[in-house]
């Protein structure tokens, strides 16, 4: 064999170097801060080794392309010390071996193109399909530079015999290439040879293959200088020598190290694979055995790398069994023994045979890694000795095969790494079974040394005891009162625990019910009349779920801690009219009255926490509405104190007529998971959180909250609470910001990634509606792969996921990638702060918790893709924009007859044109009950009444479009609150008229779909 010096040199030192480290691992891992410190050297050393595999199959850059059979190099300017693959599309004759004479005397057949590398099966020439036997020429023209140095090729594989001329010369002969099976000779060499030529290059191949699996050109030919070429060929063989020779030190140590221990068959079994895989790697990868004797037989060569194949694999499973003896069915390796000596046996037969026989015995071996992995799994959970470092070098030896079968394939572009990661495999092993021994040896020292620390101790410990006897004989008996004491406290807790647990598995199971119900009625029936009904009754239950999970996580914030209370200006008068319709409809429903008074004045905006004020008044309301069951309810919001000219407190009252509670359950109902009687959660149901919620809400808000009531007559729920008043100018901000814009549409391309099917379908339909382009990734791998080859403005990332977790993908696209502009989202079901903390040191944007509305997902993608400075925020388009362009079309005809601004209600409303008119009868409903109420209240100038039901119709309506009656109903607010009383019938009147036009609007529609 023909290597430098300095190749060999490099040999020694690398597996002297292994041989040292994997010793010195196994004397120092005594210490447990040096084992943590090997086993973080170990991950950079197995990175090291692959990253170093990969690049080997690169050859360069910036170098002309092949096109239909010539490569143009007269003018590269790069060409003295550089080499490059002859990747492309080469020209091809198919069932014919050319001479370099015919391509010049004008007798070659017609042109045909086939890429190189690749297999003949797949292709087809002149409308035939190709198939793995065959014969034919390649051929490749090349214009050299005039002064040119020697040029070497290194052809790593073609199956599987080929002659390889330049010009007219042959200079590599590899079996000999037949146009039948009988004049066919298979062998395949690695080839490394050099030339001297200062004329155009025709690179002429014949290749045969019959019998052999796969036929063509598989690995690329590399061409370049021949410095270059020596280059690449001396790095290869010393790689390969390296990875040979560590493999076989480590594999001979352990088989040493375990002769004579019989208890150590898991490092003999070990050694044994160890040694068997590296007469693999010697035989396979460079064919040193054909470089140290050219002639010794194909035939033989081919079965012995099959028989190191099958016995390296049998030995593996031997080791596995050994090692988690525990964790793996008995007779596996048996089974396993069995068919790998039968499938031996097949090598004394033709090579057809045993390459067929070989082909179907990658099915057992596949189920055998399943079967491993399972095996690492459980010996993961059991927390066996070695699992995790087993499982990092069993995953990096799978995913080399994995990419060896993909290139094998044609799937991928890269190169045969499987030598580099069966070492790392070996590697990762060795550094097990050290860890074992230096951790049995620690243990062996450390029992000894406490051995002898507890029998010194001992005569001590005697001593004091009888002292530490009499002292707490004299204690005894106080401790066992105060024990008892305790143990009645914690019974009574549990007891209360147990009781809540019990009522919260009603509680969740009861929504899930009705939403598996009506999920199953929806996909069984396909009662498309019903469809929309079911459907709300979904939204409906799970909203009710949602409510019952937020309040036990906000106790759980409440009892860390970590709950933080907002002080931001709102308008507390909208707030108490959306709280008096919703409520007011459900009073209406059980057949209640239902009353909100304001006594005197109060401020219209103020500075607090909207949102818990919101849940007070919820709770406490909507426990007056269930435990009453005939009556009235009434909400008084009053002026209780004005403690200066910026701050006011507010007293909120919840009167009701229901069943009332007895004076002893009064205090308790304020304590968690406790209601008044066990009655009360039979017949009605709750969780008991909602006034537990109530009064810490109020509490961390500087207020009181209490209750008076009476058995049979009613309860009152009240509360205080102390309010900054927002200044003018939070005021006018809050007036501008009181319609929220949502787009209507969003030319954006948004990557999600999200391994849940479901999920994936409501996200694409959310977006999609808004004319985003929806990409999805099932892992954080694929979205990495997609993202090498598409450019996307925003990425959706859901953190738990397999193959590669929302944060490990972040931090992938972060600093690998270099995407540090991009805005991503993460999508998580865990709604504590903390994990939003994770998400943002992860390299994430914000968050958006699960479940979420339509809604919450557009704002967020809306403000990120505003916040991207490489975002064009014209993409975004909204709805008060479109609509002003389409009413630039519109006549004057059209503004009078249409109540409704149907061009707005057909973009937001998706096209549901149907869903949208029973919305609209929902509310010409309510306005019959509610016009009588409002011409009361203007006959009786009372203001306040004026005003709130002017504003609920005012609201309304915009939501729905009917702009006129919107105005109308504006314009009687503020003539209520002028207290204008003489212009208040000339608007009533305008409103009831506008109202009859929508009543007829609705009647219209609905005549032309009947």
């Known amino acids: 064999m023909k290597m430098n010096d ?33 086993f973080i050297l170990l991950f950079f050393f197995l990175f090291f080794l692959l990253s170093v595999t990969c690049s080997l199959s690169f050859s360069g850059k910036d170098f002309p392309q092949i096109q239909d059979g010539y490569l143009d190099l007269s003018v590269w300017s790069n060409y003295s010390r550089s080499k490059f693959n002859l990747n492309g599309r080469w020209e091809c004759y198919w069932g014919d071996f050319l001479e370099y004479q015919d391509f010049y005397n004008n007798t070659i057949p017609q042109k045909t193109y086939l890429p190189v590398p690749g297999l003949w099966k797949g292709n087809a020439i002149q409308g035939k399909d190709l198939t793995d036997e065959g014969f034919c020429t390649y051929r490749l023209h090349i214009d050299l530079p005039r002064k040119s140095n020697q040029l070497g090729l290194r052809v790593k594989a073609i199956f599987s015999s080929y002659r390889l001329f330049v010009n007219d010369k042959l200079i590599i002969e590899s079996g000999i ?5 009988e004049t066919t000779s298979r062998k395949t060499v690695p080839k490394t040879i050099f030339f001297d030529v200062q004329e155009p290059v025709d690179l002429i191949i014949h290749v045969s293959n019959f019998g052999m699996e796969q036929g063509g050109i598989i690995d690329p030919i590399m061409f370049g200088t021949q410095a270059s070429i020596l280059q690449d060929r001396e790095l290869n063989l010393g790689y390969e020598l390296f990875l040979i020779g560590g493999a076989f030190i480590i594999g001979l140590y352990h088989l040493i190290f375990s002769l004579g221990k019989k208890r150590e068959k898991s490092s003999f079994f070990f050694g044994l694979a160890t040694l068997s895989a590296s007469i693999r790697i010697f035989l396979h990868t460079e064919h040193f055995i054909l470089v140290l004797w050219p002639d010794f037989p194909w035939e033989i060569l081919i079965r012995l790398e099959i028989l190191s194949y099958y016995s390296t694999v049998t030995l593996f499973i031997l080791y596995v069994y050994y090692l988690f003896p525990d964790e793996i069915w008995k007779y596996f390796p048996g089974i396993f023994l069995i068919i790998h000596i039968c499938a031996a046996l097949t090598l004394f037969l033709s090579y057809e045979i045993f390459n067929t026989i070989l082909t179907f015995m990658y099915i057992p071996v596949s189920f055998a890694s399943l079967y491993i992995f399972y095996i690492i799994a459980r010996a993961i959970i059991h927390k066996q000795q070695g699992a995790i470092v087993f499982f990092t070098g069993f995953i990096i030896l799978f995913i080399t095969v994995i990419n060896d079968i993909l290139y094998a394939q044609e799937i991928i572009l890269t190169r045969h790494i499987f030598s580099s990661g069966l070492f790392i495999f070996i590697f990762c092993q060795a550094i097990l079974l050290n860890n074992r021994f230096s951790d049995t040896f620690s243990k062996i020292k450390k029992l000894s040394e406490n051995l002898n620390t507890l029998l010194e101790k001992r005569k001590k410990y005697s001593e004091e005891l009888e002292e530490e006897v009499a002292l707490r004989t004299s204690d005894l008996s106080e401790t066992n009162r105060a024990l008892i004491r305790t143990m009645e406290d914690v019974n009574r807790a549990n007891q209360a625990k147990s009781i809540f647990l019990a009522n919260m598995s009603h509680e969740l199971r009861t929504p899930l019910n009705a939403i598996l119900g009506f999920a199953e009625i929806i996909e069984k029936q396909g009662d498309q009349e019903n469809f929309h009904k079911y459907s709300r009754m979904i939204v409906k239950e799970s909203e009710k779920l949602l409510t019952l999970i937020n309040q036990i996580l906000d106790i759980s914030k409440i009892e860390a801690g970590k709950l933080e209370i907002e002080y931001i200006p709102f308008h507390l008068t909208d707030l108490l009219s959306s709280i008096s319709s919703f409520y007011g409809l459900m009073a209406e429903e059980a057949g209640l009255t239902f009353d909100m008074i304001i006594q005197g004045t109060i401020p219209d905006y103020i500075r607090g926490d909207p949102l818990r004020l919101r849940q007070i008044l919820v709770n406490l309301i909507g426990n007056a509405v269930k435990f009453t069951h005939q009556g009235s309810i009434t909400v008084i919001i009053e002026n209780y104190e004005k403690k200066s000219d910026q701050s006011v407190i507010l007293k909120f009252q919840i009167i009701d007529t229901g069943i009332g509670i007895p004076e002893e359950k009064r205090e308790v109902i304020f304590q968690k998971f406790e209601q008044g009687e066990s009655y009360v959660t039979k017949k009605y149901g709750g969780s008991g959180l909602g006034i537990t919620l109530a009064k810490q809400f109020t509490e961390l808000m500087g207020g009181e909250i209490g209750v008076k009531s009476e058995v049979g007559k009613g ?33 954006a391309t948004i990557l999600v990634v999200e391994d849940y099917p479901a999920n994936q379908q409501v996200v694409t339909v959310h977006l999609s509606h808004t004319g985003c382009l929806v990409l999805i990734a099932d892992n954080g791998k694929k979205a990495i792969e997609l993202l090498q080859e598409k450019s996307c403005d925003l990425i959706l990332m859901d953190i738990q996921m397999p193959v590669m977790d929302g944060y490990e993908t972040t931090s992938h696209i972060r600093n690998d990638l270099k995407m540090e502009d991009i805005p991503i989202i993460g999508l998580t079901a865990h709604a504590f702060e903390y994990e939003r903390k994770h998400c943002i040191d992860a390299g994430m944007n914000d968050v958006l918790v699960k479940p979420f509305q339509k809604k919450q997902l557009i704002e967020k993608v809306t403000y990120w893709l505003l916040h991207y400075s490489k975002f064009d925020k014209n993409n975004i388009i909204y709805k008060e924009e479109q609509v002003e362009k389409k009413e630039e079309t519109k006549t004057v005809t059209d503004n009078i007859l249409l109540p409704v601004n149907m061009n707005q209600i057909k973009v937001e409303f998706a096209g549901d044109i149907a869903f949208f008119f029973k919305i609209l009868l929902t509310f010409l409903t309510n306005l019959n009950e509610q016009l009588p109420l409002l011409q009361i209240a203007i006959d009786n100038k009372e203001k306040d009444k004026i005003t709130f039901e002017a504003h609920r119709i005012r609201g309304a309506a915009s939501n729905l479009r009917a702009e006129k009656l919107s105005l109308i109903a504006t314009d009687i607010e503020e003539i209520g609150k002028a207290e204008v009383w003489a212009d208040l019938p000339v608007k009533i009147k305008e409103l009831k008229s506008e109202v009859l036009r929508l009543w007829q609007f609705y009647k219209d529609w609905e005549k032309e779909t009947t």
């Open 715 to 747: 309860s009152v729920f009240w509360f205080t609470i102390p309010f900054e008043l927002s200044s003018e100018k939070e005021q006018n901000e809050l007036k501008r910001g009181s319609v929220q814009l949502l787009p209507s549409q969003i030319y």
């Open 6 to 38: 300095t190749i060999y040199l490099k040999w020694n030192i690398l597996c002297f170097g292994v041989f040292i480290g994997n010793r010195m691992i196994g004397i120092q891992k005594r210490k447990e801060k040096i084992i943590k410190n090997s």
């Open 177 to 181: 290439p037949g146009k039948t099976e």
